[in-house]
């Protein structure tokens, strides 16, 4: 079974259109995360979920939000798509937020903004 | 603030050569280090990891020890395969109130046969 698993894989869509991308862990741990990586491969941060409760939120537009209904679900709601916003989204959970732990990413989903 | 810097790339080796990858480090608190790698259109995978000054993190042949007082993770393969091409990024986590990893900008690694 797969630890981190985020659908789809692959989304092809046109701009001004709304996504989500799905995710789910089954490793039993209390903390989530969206990254995204951009067409240079530099990965950052955009949210992260505590036992359902947001503990970071960097500066993304509004027009992404995410949505944890419980602590094995975080999906990434998109709204009003740009061009901009084509990249590679990975989700991504660790067991909590102490330094010790080790965070376990999804395989990624590769969002294309036509 | 944390940061991560690794060397630029594209570094491209022949099969069998020795490979170092440069990744120094600025956090605050103490930091647990990481190698991830990411494959040709693949997710991020964990390679090794490291959470205390002077632990060697190893897998697949690849090495890695913590150097706190270079505050250095050199990420080390005494010989490549081709096998081996990929991104690979040096990466922290430090808790201490900061509940992310921070990425190096990654090292595009390609072995020729």
Redesign the interface.
């Given at each position: 079974d797969t630890a981190v698993s985020q659908t789809p894989k692959y989304l092809v869509t046109q701009m001004g259109n709304d996504k989500s991308i799905k995710c789910e862990q089954n490793l039993g741990h209390d903390?989530m995360?969206w990254?995204k990586q951009d067409s240079?491969?530099?990965?950052?941060?955009m949210f992260?979920y505590?036992n359902k409760e947001l503990?970071?939120n960097e500066t993304v537009p509004n027009r992404f939000s995410p949505k944890s209904p419980d602590k094995a679900h975080l999906n990434l709601h998109i709204n009003s798509l740009e061009l901009g916003d084509s990249a590679v989204y990975?989700c991504?959970s660790s067991q909590g937020?102490?330094?010790?732990?080790?965070?376990?990413?999804?395989?990624?989903s590769w969002l294309t903004v036509v | 603030g944390n940061s991560v810097t690794q060397m630029e790339g594209p570094v491209t080796l022949s099969e069998e050569a020795f490979l170092t990858i440069n990744c120094t480090y600025t956090a605050t608190?103490?930091?647990?280090l990481?190698w991830?790698v990411?494959y040709p259109g693949?997710?991020?995978?964990?390679l090794l990891?490291a959470?205390k000054a002077d632990d060697k993190g190893s897998n697949k042949g690849f090495e890695a020890t913590y150097r706190k007082e270079t505050t250095s993770f050199h990420l080390e393969k005494g010989s490549v395969q081709v096998s081996d091409s990929a991104?690979y990024?040096c990466a922290l986590?430090?808790?201490?109130g900061s509940?992310?990893?921070t990425?190096g900008?990654?090292t595009?690694l390609s072995v020729i046969p």
């Open positions: 903390t995360y990254y240079k491969k530099f990965l950052k941060i992260s505590n503990i970071i990975f991504a937020t102490g330094r010790g732990n080790t965070i376990y990413f999804g395989e990624g | 608190g103490y930091p647990s990481f991830y990411q693949e997710g991020l995978q964990l990891k959470t991104v990024f986590f430090s808790g201490a509940y992310q990893l990425f900008k990654g595009k």
